[in-house]
């Protein structure tokens, strides 16, 4: 049986190496204090795809991110931009919305195709390649990055005053 592949800690953190020098130049505090939104937003497309059954490998998860950086970078005001964080999340929700339908369909041929060639190699007793669990891992990472957290308050309880006479 073959061993899942996660590339999603390279993939993390190739695009925040290309983040921060990007746009954090000269700026480590801001970058530190806006990195949980930096992550949230590198996992975002691999959480459209696993909430929908869907997977695609790290290098295409890649070039999506990528593809919303390229278009910040060409078309954003840095006037508009007050945090970079906030706008990168923004950006990439933005971007999922409108091509999300397209990433489908090019996961539902992904899968399509790695069945085909797993179910080709178990007839032939081959051992599996092995998958590609990127987007398993990113979605995880995100539901964690996202969770609220601290300690809950506690509860009320209501006191009921014995009367002792």
């Known amino acids: ?3 899942p592949i996660d590339k999603s800690a390279d993939l993390s953190g190739r695009i925040l190496a290309r983040l921060k020098a990007r746009f954090y130049a000269g700026h480590e505090k801001l970058y530190f204090q806006e990195l949980a939104m930096l992550q949230q937003a590198i996992s975002l497309p691999a959480v459209y795809l696993e909430e929908r059954s869907r997977a695609l490998p790290a290098e295409r ?3 999506i991110l990528l593809t ?9 005001r840095p006037e508009d931009i007050h945090s970079f964080g906030r706008y990168f999340l923004k950006a ?9 339908e397209e990433y489908l369909a090019a996961a539902k041929s992904y899968q399509s ?23 398993e891992s990113l979605a995880a990472a995100h539901k964690v990055l996202t969770q609220k957290s601290g300690r809950k308050k506690a509860q009320k309880t209501q006191c009921h005053q014995i009367d002792l006479l």
């Open 1 to 3: 049986m073959s061993t």
């Open 61 to 63: 998860l890649e070039s």
């Open 68 to 76: 919303v950086i390229r278009g910040i970078v060409e078309n954003a």
């Open 92 to 100: 990439v929700q933005t971007h999922m919305n409108h091509h999300g």
């Open 113 to 135: 195709v790695l069945e085909h060639q797993l179910m080709g190699l178990r007839k032939v007793g081959e051992k599996a390649l092995p998958f590609d669990k990127t987007c």
